[in-house]
């Protein structure tokens, strides 16, 4: 098994910055892409943005420009996925899950982290 957890949510101000993190232990080596998504109350969750395991990225065209994903591989029991969020928007608001995609396809959820950007 997976097992994801994320941190860094909070609450911010229009313009500003926030950097979530989410860690991802377990069978790590079945891990292939990591991402992060964003869900709205009545909404599905969307994508903010996928790092793959060779370091590509896909962004929302909603954060392209404001938001870098990045991921580190190093450790031997525990992989470390980032989102670093600037200039933030109310539209911004939601809750974040961490995501890992296994090589057979098997998706992994973090258990979410709140993100509130006032104006």
């Known amino acids: 098994q997976v097992q994801l957890a994320e941190s860094g949510g909070g609450l911010a101000q229009a313009g500003g910055s926030l950097r979530l993190s989410c860690a991802v232990s377990g069978k790590i080596f079945t891990v292939n892409a990591m991402g992060w998504y964003r869900q709205v109350p009545g909404q599905a969750r969307d994508l903010v943005a996928l790092?793959?395991?060779?370091?590509?990225?896909?962004?929302?065209d909603a954060v392209k420009g404001r938001f870098t994903i990045s991921r580190d591989n190093a450790g031997s029991t525990e992989y470390l996925l980032y989102l670093q969020m600037s200039s933030l928007k109310p539209e911004d608001t939601g809750i974040y899950y961490c995501?890992?995609?296994?090589?057979?396809?098997?998706?992994?959820w973090g258990q979410g982290t709140q993100v509130t950007v006032s104006s």
């Open positions: 790092i793959t395991s060779g370091g590509g990225t896909i962004y929302g």
């Open positions: 995501n890992a995609v296994g090589y057979e396809g098997k998706d992994h």
